[in-house]
């Protein structure tokens, strides 16, 4: 049996690792590096290393260390500054035999344990959510329509027009309440799922976007595509996924009411070595949502994917519910950063790994 080259096997783990010279230059990253620093193996090999960290002198004493000891030594809360922002990461720098002066780095997000665990309360929040809204959208609907009914039998007996105009209120607010319960129980179905192009879904939700602020706000919003062509089929229910991303504009829109220079980004890329439901997989997919509004409220970042929690006096709350549900029924991830200036929803999902019990 032949042996893989060692850039394969050091791409295939999941650990961020690159290989320095003696002079503290990078000669090599692996996948798992290119994906955590945001930056390709190109760029990165060829540069010293300290000059991506925020305190070049800590790294320096750090490699100092460990040659003079001759043993691994791990730095915590070391800021390395990527191109679009910056990451916490712990450093364990190991010495190598050959040649001599070389390191071994291992980078480990530091914010990685707490994503995973937060991963793991989204998932069981929303099931929680999930029984508890069906069990009480179902005990809702039965007295709703009665309430209904017996407000069109006593509108039938009034003769005056004043008192019919009450009942019509009741009417109207017990279908809208009809209405909100459909909706808490919608996204409860199976998957349907089919091969698909996640660029055919963006363009129509980027469409339904363009129609729907031209109807609302009487001019057109600027929606960018940044698309990453190259990659492949997704196994989804289409219109399940249509409903995230157009749940996640339309929030979007409503934020820059009222602004200038009003943006939406719809961007695809591939994402390397990321934990989807308890699985490892070295690629998949990422679509980000980028708007140029406020940003969210402080106070409403940590609850933003709860049922019935919203930001605006008219809306429902369920907009961000329903995308997490599907997002969740397709082993995925959906995340959020939010400054003022740049809001950013993030999903992930895995390419050939479509959700258990799907149609």
Known sequence: MTMAPPNFALDTLATAVLFVDADLRI?????????????????LVGAPLP???????????????????????????????????????????SPMQSPPGAFAIELRAQDHHHRVEREER????????????????HEIKN?????????QLLQRELR????REYTEVIIAEADRLQSLM??????????????????????????????????????????????DVSLPQLLADREQLIQVFLNIGRNAMQALA?????????????????????????????VQVIDNGPGIPADLRQRIFY?????????????????QTYVHQHNGLIDCESTPGRTCFTVLLPFNHPPAGAQ
């Open 27 to 43: 000669v090599h990253a692996n996948a798992a590096a290119e994906n955590l620093l945001r930056a390709s193996s190109r760029t």
């Open 51 to 93: 000059k991506f960290f925020l305190d070049c002198a800590r790294v320096r004493q750090v490699a100092a260390r460990v040659l003079a000891e001759s043993c691994p030594h791990t730095e915590h809360e070391l800021v390395f500054a990527r191109a679009d922002n910056e990451v916490s990461v712990s450093l364990t720098a």
């Open 122 to 137: 989204q998932h069981s929040l929303q099931e929680a959510n999930r029984v508890l809204l069906r069990n009480l959208a």
């Open 143 to 151: 007295p709703l329509g009665g309430i209904r009914g017996a407000a």
């Open 160 to 163: 005056d027009a004043d008192q």
């Open 182 to 227: 459909d909706r808490l129980l919608t996204p409860h179905r199976l998957p349907r799922v089919e091969s698909i192009s996640i660029h055919e879904v963006l363009e129509r939700v980027r469409a339904l976007l363009l129609a729907d602020s031209a109807t609302l706000h009487g001019d057109s919003i600027e929606v960018e595509r940044d698309y």
């Open 258 to 286: 009222g602004r200038d220079h009003r943006r939406i980004t719809l961007r695809t890329r591939a994402a390397r070595q990321v934990t989807l439901a308890r699985q490892r997989h070295r690629v998949a997919l990422k």
């Open 307 to 323: 049922p019935l929690v919203s930001g605006r006096e008219d809306g429902s709350g369920l907009g961000l519910s329903i995308a």
